[in-house]
């Protein structure tokens, strides 16, 4: 299982059966590693965790990118 997280709200944006797409079809194989070090987290049970930005974040980091230095955007 690979799962789509917002890395700001925490909000899960969607998931996907990891045994139907590769890394090559999702685009992660064109990250470097410390790219991938930040964006992907593997959990035990071998489900995978891709960090990303959500609209509503995206928008608030566009207005206010200060806000990128805060445990919480919201806050």
Known sequence: MVE???R???SSLGKLNNSVYSEAEL???QLT????EDIIIHDTNG???VRVV???CEHILNHYPERSLLPSLYH
């Open 4 to 6: 789509y997280v917002c």
């Open 8 to 10: 700001f709200c925490h």
């Open 27 to 29: 685009g992660l194989d």
């Open 33 to 36: 590693s410390e790219e991938r």
């Open 47 to 49: 489900q995978m965790q």
């Open 54 to 56: 959500c609209e509503n």
